[in-house]
Nanobody, 124 residues
Framework: QLQLVESGGGLVQSGGSLRLSCATS??????IGWFRQAPGKEREGVSC???????AFADSVKGRFTISRDNAKNTVYLQMDSLKPEDTAVYYC????????????????????WGRGTQVTVSS
């Protein structure tokens, strides 16, 4: 069973940056997605990266977040810039069922394995 571990969360001021990492227990060709869940809100898809490196983003983070993967290190990165207080949430990474980020990449039911999350807090 694939295991995923997130790291890199923390407290940052509005306008600041953080880089989250998602380390997988073994090499995988699955697309990897990032989700977040704020208190009292539903979990939402933030970004996805395919095995080939193509990516997708939620409208709320386009132009501010970038995603990349280093297959040699079995790690996916989410670079978050120009952070806003509304980005505050627990961020999760997950392994998609397919190697590509299809039209349903924001549907959490299509992800097989999940990490435990890392807290990101953006102060105003």
């Amino acid at each position: 069973q694939l295991q995923l571990v997130e790291s890199g969360g923390g407290l940052v001021q509005s306008g600041g940056s953080l880089r989250l990492s998602c380390a997988t227990s073994e090499f995988t060709l699955n697309a990897i997605g990032w989700f977040r869940q704020a208190p009292g809100k539903e979990r939402e898809g933030v970004s996805c990266i395919s095995s080939s490196g193509s990516s997708a983003f939620a409208d709320s983070v386009k132009g501010r977040f970038t995603i990349s993967r280093d297959n040699a290190k079995n790690t996916v990165y989410l670079q978050m810039d120009s952070l806003k207080p509304e980005d505050t949430a627990v961020y999760y990474c997950a392994a998609y069922k397919y190697p590509f980020c299809g039209a349903g990449w924001r549907e959490d039911g299509k992800y097989k394995y999940w990490g435990r999350g890392t807290q990101v807090t953006v102060s105003s």
